[in-house]
């Protein structure tokens, strides 16, 4: 047996952050037995040193591969981001590493939609203020400020699968829906796409954000945002922490510039629920702070579980990296009685002619072969016959240009 390849009781997975365990559950059914799991997120020296013994890593958002964890994981063959954002992976240092990293891009989208609508619905009404304030004794029983959903503006600023679930919601309990997208999406019912930010956040009742993090959301509500809303509006952020700069929006909070706001993700969030939080918004009533919770549903959390772990499955044993987020995606078949040849290079002239030198050279039969490139990297498959495996493997990984090879069989 090739030196390479493990059996299945070698292979181990680590699932962080409270993975649900619908994800062991998958793993254990397709025969993985070395599966440690942790309610946390690990603390970047930790994680560098569990890393480095790891096969397959689960985690969710909080966790943070940087170059510097990728550097130490030496075995590591895959990354199941267990939610939507992967902006807490550096996908350029796992392609750099070989590593093929998958994520969950639909499953939760409809818990953070109907939370987003609720605590609209919250906001408008005043429930914040007056729920914190019976707590201590009060009763502030009055209409003043509080408003009915139906008729409102909502305005969305990024229009992608939350983004359009959240608008056919707020449709349906009759609000007029605008969205902000860079990219032109075709509205859905009779939601409308506006042309600029300012413009969307100067008719909307509600601004609620969904767009990904990347440098150009990076602080795109900061003061002359907030100042650009109407007056007693509404925000609410459950999308990245660094797409809205907290300080102007706790003043116009405290100034009652703004009615209220909702905001579920933070710049800095702990890494653990005994890690205290810590934010300017604390003590403002008109604020709900939710601990990063818009995904976290039992059946958005079990979706995810069963979808993610299905993806490394997949990946482990037939070597298939469709919706993988940093690979080429190739859909692969079985390949029963042969031995196949994972391939992983950078896209450089020449790879593929040297890889398939090797098989005319050594008069090594192709049973099939499949390629996928993106524009950084290759992935070439091939079917072969076993006796030749042990050999082709060693001078695959002689080829320059080579990021990682391993075989399956
Ligand atoms: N709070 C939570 O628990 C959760 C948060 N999220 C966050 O929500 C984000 C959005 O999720 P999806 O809707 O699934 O993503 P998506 O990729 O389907 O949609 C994002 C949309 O934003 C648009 N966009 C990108 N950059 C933009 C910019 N600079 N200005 C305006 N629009 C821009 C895109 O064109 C796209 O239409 C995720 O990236 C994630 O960070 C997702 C799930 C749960
Ligand atoms: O549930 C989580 O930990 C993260 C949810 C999220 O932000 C996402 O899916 O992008």
């Not at 609508?117 to 209409?143: Q, T, Y």
């Not at 009685?337 to 039969?365: C, M, Q, Y």
Request: glycine share 8%; net charge neutral; aromatic share 6%.
């Amino acid at each position: 047996m090739s030196k390479t390849s493990l059996d299945k009781s070698k292979i181990k997975f680590l699932l962080l952050e409270g993975i649900h365990p619908s994800a062991s559950e998958v793993l254990r059914s397709a025969g993985y037995t070395q599966i440690e799991t942790s309610p946390k997120a690990l603390p970047p020296e930790e994680l560098k040193a569990k890393i480095a013994d790891v096969h397959f890593l689960g985690i969710r958002s909080a966790s943070q591969l940087t170059a510097d964890v990728f550097e130490q994981a030496s075995r590591l063959v895959a990354v199941g981001c267990f939610c939507i954002g992967t902006n807490q992976v550096d996908l350029n240092a796992a392609r750099e590493k070989g590593v093929a990293v998958f994520n969950a891009p639909y499953s939760n989208t409809r818990s953070v939609a109907e939370l987003v609508l609720a605590e609209a619905i919250l906001l408008l009404r005043g429930v914040p203020e007056k729920n914190a304030l019976a707590h201590r004794g009060g009763w502030l029983k009055s209409a003043a400020g509080s408003y009915e959903i139906r008729g409102k503006t909502l305005g969305i600023v990024g229009y992608g699968s939350i983004g359009t679930q959240l608008s056919v919601l707020a449709e349906a309990l009759g609000m007029q829906v605008a969205f902000f997208d860079v990219v032109t999406k075709l509205p859905l019912g009779n939601a409308r796409q506006v042309h600029s930010l300012h413009e969307l956040l100067a008719q909307s009742d509600i601004v609620s954000l969904h767009v990904p993090e990347t440098a150009a959301t990076q602080w795109m509500i900061g003061a002359a945002e907030v100042a650009a809303m109407k007056p007693g509006a509404i925000l609410i952020n459950a999308s990245r922490g660094t797409v809205v700069e907290i300080e102007p929006l706790a003043e116009a909070l405290k100034q009652k510039k703004l009615l209220g706001a909702a905001i579920d993700v933070f710049p800095v969030e702990p890494r653990s629920n005994k890690d205290e939080f810590q934010s300017p918004l604390r003590g403002l009533d008109n604020v709900i702070l939710t601990p990063h919770i818009g995904g976290s549903t039992m059946e958005a959390q079990a979706n995810i579980g069963l979808e993610v772990a299905e993806k490394l499955v997949k990946y482990s044993d037939n070597g298939t990296s469709t919706s993988s987020v940093n690979f080429p995606e190739v859909a692969l078949p079985a390949h029963p009685g042969k031995h196949r040849l994972l391939h992983i290079h950078r896209n450089v002239p020449g790879v593929l002619s040297a890889i398939n030198r090797i098989f005319s050279d050594n008069h090594i039969n192709i049973a099939s072969q499949y390629l996928q490139t993106n524009e950084k990297i290759g992935y070439v498959v091939t079917d072969i016959d076993a006796a030749s495996s042990d050999l082709a493997l060693e001078k695959l990984a002689q080829v320059e240009g080579t990021l990682r090879s391993r075989v399956l069989f």
